[in-house]
């Protein structure tokens, strides 16, 4: 874009007015020359002083990468090439997160000028407490999102992997309802405790008579999924044989009922999930290393409760909307600070559980410390949260330690990186490290 488009004002104006969603030119110095009616209107701005857009979207006073997350003009800069990125922005309705895309304005001799920035809301999850969908705000809750937006666009099978209890199902919905497929069914199989013959029925559907109790015809989830997604859960209980037969629905988008000679298609996106580590299943030999290829085509990895959790307090309110609509009940930061320091082997199903229970012992409409239960309250004077040192360990473990037993201490991740000396970045991939290791 040529310079002379920066000093007629009025058509660069013009030019971003023809975007729908929000957007605005910046300089190399992060300070905002012109923005259209969608942003200024989004963020209660007018440009005219000099505003840094890190202060406008964020509320800070130093660009993103230095708030420990990442910029897009920072990279977009580094690389000379577009960046994308999800960030939450301050906005008039309040805190969104919002899907950025960034690219960059080159002058007559090829250098970076400016930048043009576009944003758009993201639908699939909210930094309010909701009754229903997705709520979080956590960097780690946020790499998810921001993984979510960019694979729903495509077809490509994915493989969301984390400990029982993280939500994968609901992240598995909002990848379906984010993508082409919307209108379409939402199909889920758990293939959990299903026996082999009751699993090829559930999955594939069956003929009458097909065997005994076969009274009608029945559609399997395969079938059904058609148009829409097929979602397995817990795909590392189902048996070798039946995996075979999984390969060839996928390669094929072919099955026959039990029972029947037709050869049936379905069209589905299939998302599979599980908290065993199927990589190592395929080592051992208990998942054909074929399938899994087919699987994972985009593998998510899903964050355990422990490591979000500055997202608890947004996560009890979202669920005292959902349980009780009709209370207004609350509960005391002395209780959630409790519940930030306890380990949730349950993740966020034993954090729905407690809530539930702790809202049955208030007499009032308040739930305080007394009305958790024993194994939450426990925790603040358990010995294991106590340093020290009884055996000669590896490096890598005591760093695990070491960081189980500081996020018991400092719950909000970006405070707990800043007294640890690394960006809340750093900290949070050296978790999930820990978590993968």
Not at 343 to 355: C, Q, T
């Amino acid at each position: 874009m040529p310079e002379f488009f920066f000093k007629d004002h009025r058509f660069v104006n013009e030019l971003l007015n023809t975007r729908t969603e929000p957007s605005v030119i910046i300089n190399r110095d992060y300070i905002i020359v012109a923005a259209n009616a969608a942003y200024e209107k989004l963020h209660d701005f007018k440009v005219g002083s000099k505003s840094h857009c890190y202060e406008i979207s964020h509320r800070y006073k130093k660009p993103c990468d230095l708030e420990g997350e990442t910029c897009p003009l920072k990279l977009c800069l580094e690389s000379n090439t577009a960046q994308r990125s999800l960030h939450i922005h301050q906005t008039k309705h309040g805190a969104e997160h919002v899907d950025i895309n960034l690219a960059p304005i080159h002058d007559e001799n090829g250098e970076i000028k400016y930048f043009i920035e576009s944003t758009r809301p993201v639908k699939c999850a909210s930094t309010h407490p909701k009754a229903t969908g997705l709520v979080g705000s956590s960097i780690a809750f946020n790499t998810v999102i921001e993984m979510v937006q960019r694979v729903a666009c495509s077809d490509v099978s994915v493989l969301l992997q984390g400990e029982s209890g993280t939500g994968k199902e609901l992240i598995a919905e909002a990848i379906h309802h984010t993508s082409a497929r919307s209108k379409g069914p939402f199909v889920a199989v758990d293939c959990s405790g299903l026996t082999e013959s009751l699993f090829e029925s559930e999955l594939f559907g069956h003929e009458k008579g097909a065997f005994t109790g076969a009274q009608t015809r029945k559609i399997g989830l395969a079938e059904a999924a058609n148009g829409g997604t097929l979602f397995l859960d817990e795909t590392g209980d189902i048996s070798l044989s039946l995996q075979t037969k999984l390969l060839r629905l996928i390669e094929t988008g072919t099955f026959r009922r039990v029972g029947g000679l037709e050869t049936i298609k379905s069209d589905f996106r299939l998302i599979t999930a599980s908290h065993k580590n199927l990589r190592m299943m395929v080592d051992s030999g208990d998942f054909r290393n074929d399938l899994y290829y087919r699987i994972s085509a985009f593998p998510l990895h899903i964050p355990s409760l422990k490591e979000r959790i500055e997202d608890i307090p947004l996560l009890v309110a979202s669920m005292l909307k959902r349980f009780y609509p009709e209370l207004d009940i609350t509960i005391t930061d002395e209780a959630i600070k409790c519940l930030q320091q306890y380990n949730f082997p349950g993740n966020i199903r034993e954090l729905s559980n407690i809530v539930q229970r702790s809202t049955l012992m208030v007499d009032d409409e308040e739930i305080q410390l007394q009305h958790l239960p024993d194994e939450c309250k426990n925790v603040l004077n358990d010995d294991k949260n106590k340093t020290c040192f009884s055996e000669l360990i590896t490096l890598k473990v005591l760093e695990k330690r070491y960081l189980e037993w500081a996020s018991t201490r400092v719950s909000n991740k970006a405070e707990l990186a800043k007294k640890l000396g690394v960006s809340e970045r750093t900290l949070y991939r050296k978790f999930e490290a820990h978590e993968e290791a």
